[in-house]
């Protein structure tokens, strides 16, 4: 997971980005009003072994998503 380690501290500093209590799993928000948009996603490494991260989308919705990320 070398290569992840420059790569969220980049996003995290232009969206609202934060990983959740005691997991590999972060949330993106990127709004707040009704109807509010939320996403959870996590890092891995590219199969083909690059060495480039890629980023899984897990859940996209409102705040509901948290009960199961």
Do not use: C, K, Q
């Not at 995290?12 to 949330?27: C, E, G, K, P, Q």
């Not at 707040?32 to 959870?40: I, K, V």
């Amino acid at each position: 997971m070398e290569a992840l380690r420059g790569f969220l501290p980049a996003i995290v500093a232009r969206m609202r980005v934060h990983r959740l209590s005691n997991s590999d799993i972060y949330t993106i928000t990127w709004s707040f009003s009704s109807p509010d948009g939320r996403a959870t996603f996590h890092l891995d490494e590219d199969e083909n072994d690059s060495g480039e991260p890629l980023l899984v989308w897990r859940r996209f919705g409102d705040h509901g998503i948290y009960r199961e990320p």
